[in-house]
């Protein structure tokens, strides 16, 4: 699922022209979705799904799947390999929350403000 939430990341910002800020929407997509696979994704039969969409000046990367339970950002103890992501979906996008969708799950979503396509499309 990751392989393919990051190829999918990729070529919409390739399409939108929007190169610097690539490893920083990368990542948070990268966080949004290792989330909802860890908090969200019971079993097999279970899915979650990426969106990436360009809206006015900004970037927003959602990600729905099947639980109610709201993200809740923890703070882990020094030395911990897990339990950073939505501090870092917090730190680098200008907005996050997410959305209950009747009970049959939510959208989870980040918005990384755009000034402006990369020049030249580079």
């Not at 680098?92 to 799950?105: E, F, I, N, Q, T």
């Amino acid at each position: 699922m990751l392989i393919g939430a990051r190829r999918i990341l990729a070529e919409a910002l390739q399409r939108w022209h929007i190169h610097s800020l690539s490893s920083d929407i990368s990542l948070i997509a990268t966080e949004l979705v290792t989330n909802g696979i860890q908090h969200a994704l019971r079993g097999p039969a279970e899915h979650g799904w990426l969106t990436v969409a360009l809206r006015g000046d900004s970037v927003i990367c959602a990600v729905t799947d099947p639980s109610t339970t709201p993200p809740a950002p923890r703070s882990p103890l020094p030395g911990e390999e897990s339990g950073y992501g939505l501090q870092i979906v917090s730190r680098l996008s200008a907005s996050w929350g997410h959305s209950v969708v009747d009970d049959s799950g939510q959208v989870v979503w980040a918005r990384i403000p755009v000034t402006a396509p990369d020049p030249d499309g580079q």
